[in-house]
């Protein structure tokens, strides 16, 4: 059994920085991908981007490239969102996310694991 918690959000002004944190125990994560996703209300949970535990392989959505990285610390079993410049659309609750699929998992479908959510709020 893996488990997700997820730290790190709150109200943030437009063009402030933020970083959440993804704490995970319960298992060996060395084939795992990791990956944040982002949902607001009345909408579909999308992706935002994700991480190889070995390797820190990274993949990013579009409309978040340049603006956030994702890291690890392996030795705290902590993956990491720092978010740049925000802006009052990236409001959302933000998910952690874990699976053991191979390449370049997107999909909501594609993880099996998931963190309660951090509430982002960024204000204009």
Same mark, same amino acid.
């Given at each position: =059994? /893996?488990?997700?918690?997820?730290?790190?959000?709150?109200?943030? =002004?437009?063009?402030?920085?933020? #970083?959440?944190?993804?704490?995970?125990?319960? #298992?060996?994560? &060395?084939? +795992?991908?990791?990956? $944040?996703?982002? =949902?607001?209300?009345?909408?579909?949970?999308?992706?935002?981007?994700?991480? &190889? $535990?070995?390797?820190?392989?990274? *993949? +990013?959505?579009?409309?978040?490239?340049? #603006?956030?990285?994702?890291?690890?610390? *392996?030795?705290? *079993?902590?993956?990491?969102?720092?978010?740049?410049?925000?802006?009052?659309?990236? &409001?959302?609750?933000?998910?952690?996310?874990? &699976? *053991? #699929?191979?390449? $370049?998992?997107?999909? /909501?479908?594609?993880?099996? +694991? $998931?963190?309660?959510? !951090?509430?982002? !709020? /960024?204000?204009?």
């Amino acid at each position: =059994q /893996v488990q997700l918690v997820e730290t790190g959000g709150g109200l943030v =002004q437009a063009g402030d920085s933020l #970083r959440l944190s993804c704490a995970a125990s319960g #298992r060996a994560f &060395t084939a +795992y991908v990791m990956g $944040w996703f982002r =949902q607001v209300p009345g909408k579909e949970r999308e992706f935002v981007a994700s991480i &190889t $535990w070995t390797g820190g392989r990274t *993949n +990013y959505a579009d409309f978040v490239k340049g #603006r956030v990285t994702i890291s690890r610390d *392996n030795t705290k *079993n902590t993956v990491y969102l720092e978010m740049d410049s925000l802006k009052p659309e990236d &409001t959302a609750v933000y998910y952690c996310a874990a &699976t *053991n #699929r191979l390449g $370049w998992p997107i999909l /909501v479908s594609e993880y099996g +694991y $998931w963190g309660q959510g !951090t509430q982002v !709020t /960024v204000s204009s």
